[in-house]
T-cell receptor, first 111, second 114 residues
Framework: QKEVEQNSGPLSVPEGAIASLNCTYSDRGSQSFFWYRQYSGKSPELIMSIYSNGDKEDGRFTAQLNKASQYVSLLIRDSQPSDSATYLCAASSGGSYIPTFGRGTSLIVHP | DAGVTQSPTHLIKTRGQHVTLRCSPISGHKSVSWYQQVLGQGPQFIFQYYEKEERGRGNFPDRFSARQFPNYSSELNVNALLLGDSALYLC?????????????FGSGTRLTVV
């Protein structure tokens, strides 16, 4: 069974700090990885995708992938209260095309 | 340009009833996926359709069924509703549903079974 594991949190960081969100996955065949942000009562919104080992930066967000360790992370620099949300990690393989989602990590950015 | 449209937004049903949820993908997107999200959990995969063909089915009972129409819109049907079916049902649209593409989700249908 393909699993994506995330610490449910909450992760609490002060405004302006770096928030680090982590995710591990069980399927070594996973090739594509995604981070979604979900505000309370809303649907998930895609914020980052990563396919190769290393870092990928987009504005204040950096996704990191280590396939050998089966580990994906999301760094949010200069965290803002508006970043307070649940962050979902998802992984999919070339074979199934179906992303498996983790349960999400709740992030709270306090002023 | 319209995003992913789901209807209805909220629904209250009684145990044993049937429900139909609807989804229209982004224009040009040919793949629709359905997910169930229970409070505090991540989305759980139910079905994926691409070009009107079922591409995948999650670990849900046969009470759950779906189809995709020629215009790529989709319906999710749930028969004999149980209290445990209460959840947010999400429709996700993607160009092809391929592993390399992220999803665009609709706003969801909040189903409450009483």
């Amino acid at each position: 069974q393909k699993e994506v594991e995330q610490n449910s949190g909450p992760l609490s960081v002060p405004e302006g700090a770096i928030a680090s969100l982590n995710c591990t996955y069980s399927d070594r065949g996973s090739q594509s990885f995604f981070w979604y942000r979900q505000y309370s009562g809303k649907s998930p919104e895609l914020i980052m995708s990563i396919y190769s080992n290393g870092d990928k930066e987009d504005g204040r967000f950096t996704a990191q992938l280590n396939k050998a360790s089966q580990y994906v992370s999301l760094l949010i620099r200069d965290s803002q209260p508006s970043d307070s949300a649940t962050y979902l990690c998802a992984a999919s393989s070339g074979g199934s095309y179906i992303p498996t989602f983790g349960r999400g990590t709740s992030l709270i950015v306090h002023p | 340009d319209a995003g992913v449209t789901q209807s209805p937004t909220h629904l209250i049903k009684t145990r044993g009833q049937h429900v139909t949820l609807r989804c229209s993908p982004i224009s040009g997107h040919k793949s629709v996926s359905w997910y169930q999200q229970v409070l505090g959990q991540g989305p759980q995969f139910i079905f994926q359709y691409y070009e009107k063909e079922e591409r995948g089915r999650g670990n849900f009972p046969d009470r759950f069924s779906a189809r995709q129409f020629p215009n790529y819109s989709s319906e999710l049907n749930v028969n004999a509703l149980l209290l445990g079916d209460s959840a947010l049902y999400l429709c996700a649209s993607s160009l092809t549903g391929g592993a390399g593409y992220g999803y665009t989700f609709g706003s969801g249908t909040r189903l409450t079974v009483v």
